[in-house]
C-alpha cells in the first residue's frame, strides 16, 4: 500500500478510508468520529482532518508472542498426531478505555480440530465477542485417502475458502513431521493462485504474518 495510513471501524470492521498521512499504518476509529471529520473538512485527507482522526483513533497493534505460539501449537500437535488437521484464526481483538478511545490488537486463537481432513472455518459476521476475524492457519496432516497424495503448499479447496471468506488462508506441511529450519508455511487468497499459493516462510519465524494478514484484509475489503 501507498504510504497513507488506513482505518477500519471500531464498530463493524468495515474499511473506511484513509487520512493523508506519510505513514504507512492501521489504526482504528469507530465510525462516528470518521464521519464527523469528514463532514467537518469535506475530507479525511487533509493535514487538519489526519491530526483529528489520528487524535481519535489508535494504531493497531501485533500480538506475534501469541501468533507464533499458536501456530507452533497446531503445527507440533499435528506432527505428533496425524489423524486430523488442527487450526487457528487470525483476529483483530478490540476493546475501548473509560473515555471511549477504541483499541485494536491482532491476534490469534486455536479452533476446532478437523474431522478426517479439513478444518471448518465457523461463520462469522464482523466482530463476534469483540473478535473480528481475519484470516486462518491451519495444518496439513498425512493424507490417509486411497489415491491422494499430499503436496506441498495451499490446496484447491483451500483456495476456494478464501475466496468465500474473502481473507487470506495459510497451510504448515506438517505432514512432513518436525523440519529443521521449521515447517513450510503458504499462503492463498482471492488473489493468489493455489496450489502451491504463496511460500512466506517457515513455523520458526511468524512475525510477519500478523500484519500480512491484516493488510490483505485491507486490500481485499477496501
Do not use: C
Not at 497493534?61 to 486430523?84: A, L, M, P, R, W
Amino acid at each position: 500500500m501507498k504510504p497513507e495510513d488506513w482505518y477500519i471501524d471500531w464498530n463493524s470492521g468495515r474499511v473506511l478510508g484513509q487520512d493523508g498521512a506519510e505513514t504507512n499504518n492501521v489504526r482504528i476509529i469507530k465510525a462516528n468520529d470518521w464521519g464527523r471529520v469528514n463532514r467537518t473538512f469535506n475530507t479525511t485527507e487533509s493535514a487538519e482532518a489526519t491530526d483529528d482522526l489520528q487524535s481519535s483513533s489508535s494504531l493497531i497493534t501485533f500480538d506475534n508472542e501469541t501468533i507464533n505460539s499458536n501456530i507452533n501449537t497446531i503445527n507440533n500437535e499435528t506432527i505428533t498426531d496425524q489423524s486430523v488437521e488442527r487450526q487457528a484464526f487470525f483476529m483483530l481483538q478490540r476493546s475501548e478505555n473509560d473515555e471511549g478511545m477504541p483499541f485494536g490488537k491482532v491476534t490469534s486463537v486455536i479452533g476446532a480440530k478437523g474431522t478426517t481432513a479439513n478444518a471448518k472455518i465457523p461463520a462469522t459476521n464482523g466482530y463476534v465477542n469483540d473478535n473480528l476475524m481475519l484470516g486462518q492457519i491451519h495444518s496439513h496432516n498425512k493424507n490417509i485417502i486411497k489415491g491422494r497424495e499430499n503436496a506441498p503448499g495451499a490446496s484447491e479447496t483451500d483456495h476456494s475458502a478464501s475466496i468465500e471468506r474473502n481473507f487470506n488462508i495459510y497451510s504448515i506441511d506438517s505432514y512432513m513431521g518436525l523440519q529443521e529450519g521449521g515447517n513450510q508455511i503458504y499462503m492463498t487468497n482471492p488473489k493468489i493462485a493455489a496450489p502451491p499459493g504463496k511460500f512466506i516462510g517457515t513455523t520458526t519465524n511468524t512475525n510477519m504474518i500478523g500484519r500480512q494478514v491484516l493488510i490483505d484484509f485491507i486490500n481485499l475489503n477496501k
